[in-house]
């Protein structure tokens, strides 16, 4: 296999892409202390607020398969012209998905992070749409994405219910 062969190509994107994805979740955890601190300890919330454990599971594996998605895509997009919105609705969702910790946890604000996160759900699904017109496959890549933040915006919003009244 050359370098130039077609699966060198695209297993070089999906590196590049899985580094660069994984690289924003590192960033954007660099404002929420380990584990998370006092504050987040101290709010009330439900009872299907996964262990926090899960979260460091979850989210590599999510930003594994969203760097694969781009890789996709990018390497249909060297063949064939992609609309530019396919590439906003990716670095939308990738900069809302960043923004979510630096407003819930390092902000402390659970309103926040409520409105962050259901804009993060719409700009997701906007993206599985739009790479949906490019490649079925990384459209898929991003479906438990989607559920992942659906489930997160029913917690987001529950935590600020449970805690309207602090």
Do not use: C
């Amino acid at each position: 296999m050359t370098t130039d062969s077609p699966r060198s190509k695209l297993l070089l994107r999906a590196a590049i892409a899985v580094i660069g994805v994984e690289g924003v979740g590192f960033a954007g955890s660099m404002f929420m202390s380990r584990p998370p601190g006092e504050w987040y300890r101290a709010i009330h919330k439900p009872s299907f607020n996964p262990p926090d454990a899960a979260f460091g599971i979850v989210w590599p594996i999510l930003y594994l398969l969203i760097g694969l998605a781009t890789a996709l895509v990018w390497e249909r997009s060297a063949t064939r012209p992609v609309e530019g919105r396919v590439w906003v609705s990716f670095f939308l969702q990738l900069g809302l998905n960043f923004l979510f910790t630096p407003v819930f946890f390092g902000l402390q604000s659970t309103v926040g992070g409520g409105l962050v996160t259901t804009a993060l759900w719409a700009a997701v699904l906007w993206n599985i749409l739009e790479f949906r017109a490019v490649s079925r496959p990384a459209a898929w890549l991003l479906v438990p994405y989607l559920a992942w933040t659906g489930f997160a915006v029913v917690l987001a919003w529950s935590i600020v219910a449970l805690n309207s009244g602090r």
